[in-house]
C-alpha cells in the first residue's frame, strides 16, 4: 500500500476509535489542534485555487472532516464529564477566548453558531443548489459547442474529450457540493446540541454526584462546555467559509488575491469618492484623526493608481503607432485585405441585440445550431459564418453574402413578431403586410399583445431571431456546393479513411483526383442530396470510374447507389406518392441532341422545343401545387440528368428522379405527364 493510502486509513480510523474508547487528554489536544490545522489548510486551498475542480475531492473531504471533528467532539464530552477536564486546548479556549467569564464566552459561542448557520452554511448551500442546477442545464448548450468546434476542426479528438470530461467532472463535482453542504450544516446543529448536553450534563453530575454547590458546577462545567464549543465550532466555521469560497468561485484566471484587489481598487475615482467621504465623516463625533487617515490613504492610492492608468495608456499608445507604422512599412500588409469570408451575415444597428449575448441575444447559439444541423442533414461541414455590423445598412436590414457577395437580405421589425397563415385560417388580423424573407410567403408583423391571439387562430408566429436563422439555413442549403472546396473534400476523405483504407487507396489518386470527387459531391449537394454516407459514395465511384471519368455521369452512378436515402427523403413510407412522367418522345428527343465534347456532354435542342418542354412542366408543377404535392418528375435513368439540366434555370425547386432512384417499395402513382 502507498504511505498516502496509510495515512489517508488512519485519519478516517481515528475518529471511529475515538467513538469507542476514552481518549488521552494530551492525544485529545494534538489531536483538535491537528483538526484546526487541517480546517486552516482547506481554507487557504479554497482560497488559492484557480478554480472550484482544483479541489475535485473537496464533497469527499467534507465528510471525513466533519466524522473527525464530530469524534473529536463526543471524546472531549465523555472526558468533562467524567473527569471534568478536558484537557489544555479546551481550558485556554474556555478561558482565554471567553476571558474567563461565563456570559461573554457564551454569548461569543452563539454568534458564532448563529454566523456559521444563518450567513455562511445558508448562503453556501443555496449557491450550490443553483450553481448545480446551472451546470446541468448548460451541459448540452457546451456539449454542443463542443461538437461544432470538433466539426470545423477547430480542436481535435483529444481536445474534445478533455472538454466533454471537464464538463461531467462539473457537473458531479456541483451535483456532490450541492449534498456536502448538508453535512456542514448538519455539524453546526449538532453541535449546539452537544454544547447543551454536556452544560446540562455536567450541572447534573457536578451537583448530585461530586457534592458541588450550584455555582462552583455553573462556574467549572460552563467553561468547559464553551471551549470544547469553540474548539469545535471555530475549525468547523473555518471549512464551511471554504464550502462558501469554493462553489462562489467564477475567477479561472488568477487566485483570488489577484483578482479582489484588480476589481476592488482599479477605478480612482471611487477611491477619491471614498477619501471625500471620510473627509466629511471627520467632522461628525467619529474619531477625527482616523477619519482624516483614511481618507489620506485612499486618495493618495487613488491619484497612485490614476498615474499608473495613465502611464499604461501612453504605452499602450505608443504601441498602437508603432505597430501601425510598421504594418504600414510592411509589403505584404494588403494580404489580409484580399481575403474573403465565405458566408457573412450583416445587420444594422438595430438587430445588435439579437447577436449580443450581453443584451440577451441568442443568434450565435443558432448559427452554431445551424451548421450542427447542415451537418447532419447534408453530411457537409459548413465554413464559419462571419457575423459583423454594417452602419450602411438600414437599422432592422440585414445582409446575407455568399464569398463577398450579397445573395439575399431580409429587413425585420424589433419587438415584432411575424404571423403566417398556412392556408386554412380564415379570421384576419390587424398588422404590418410583409413577405417572408426564406420562401417569400406573405406574412403580417404582429405585436407581442397579439401573439397569444394569433397562434389561437392558427397562425404560425416566428420571433426575428428565427426568421434571421431560418433565412440564414436557407441560404447556405441552396449554395453549399460553392461552398465546398478541395480542402474540405480532402477532410471528409481523412475522415474516413482510417476505417476504410483499401477504399481510399484504390478511389484516390489511382482513379480520380481530389478534384473530380469535389465536382461528384457538388452535384449531389447541388440537388440536395446528403453526402453523409461517404462509403457508399466512394465505393460507387471506385466501382464505376474505371469505365468514364465524366463526372456528371459518375454523379448518376452515385445517385442509383444512394436509392434507398433518395427514396426515404422524397416518398413517404406507406403513402401512394403523386408523380409526373417524362413522355418517351421527349427522352428520345433529349438524347438525340446530346452533343459530346472535351468539357463534358450539353443539349443541343431546338429553342421552340425546349421552350414548348418547358411550358408544359410549368403546367404539370401548376396541377400537383393546387393539390398540395411537391412537384415530383420520373425520367429513365440516361435522360435525367439532362433533363434537370435543361430544366434547372427556370425551376430549381423542380425535383427530377430516375426509376433506377426510386426503392422498390415505394409506391407510385402517376397524375400527369410532360409532353409536347
Known sequence: MKKTDVMLGIYILVPVIFLIIPVPTVLLDVMMLLNLSIALIILFNALFSKEALNMSSFPTLLLITTLFRMALNVSSTRNILLYGYAGEVVNAFGNFVGGGNLVVGIII??????????????GSERVAEVTARFTLDAMPGKQMAIDADLNTGAINDDQAKERRQKIQDESTFFGAMDGATKYVKGDATAGIVITVINFIGGLVLGIVLQGMDAMEALQRYCILTIGDGLVSQIPSLV????????VTKVSKESDLGNVLLRQLFSIPKVLYLVGITLVVLAFTPLPTIICLCYAILFIVAGRAIEATMENVEIENEVDEEEESAEEIRRP?????????DPIELEFGYGIIPLADVNQGGDLLDRVVMIRRQIALELGCVV????????????????VIKIKGVPV????ILFDHYMAMNPGYVEEEITGIPTFEPSFHLPAIWITESQRERAESLGYTVVDPPSIIATHLTEIIRNHLDELLTRQDVQNLINNIQEANTTLISDLVPKLLSVGDIQKVLQNLLREGISIRDLVTIFESLADNA???????????????????????K?????EMTSVVTLDPKIEQDIMNSIKQTEQG???NLDPEKTQSILNSVQEEMEKMEELGKNPIIVTSPIVRMYFKQLTLDQFKDLIVVSYNEIDTDVELQSIGMVTV
Open 570 to 574: 422524397y416518398f413517404p413510407a406507406n
Open 332 to 340: 505584404e500588409n494588403v494580404v489580409s485585405l484580399l481575403q474573403v
Open 601 to 603: 456532354a450539353y443539349i
Open 239 to 246: 471549512i464551511s467559509l471554504s464550502t462558501g469560497i469554493l
Open 408 to 411: 439575399s437580405e431580409g429587413e
Open 109 to 122: 459561542f452563539l454568534i458564532l453558531i448563529l454566523i456559521q448557520l444563518i450567513v455562511i452554511n445558508k
Open 383 to 398: 465554413p464559419m459564418i462571419r457575423l459583423r455590423d454594417n452602419i450602411q445598412l438600414n437599422p432592422n436590414q440585414y
Open 546 to 568: 474505371s469505365m468514364t471519368r465524366d463526372t456528371d455521369v459518375l454523379t448518376e452512378y452515385v445517385r442509383q447507389s444512394l436509392k434507398r436515402a433518395i427514396s426515404n
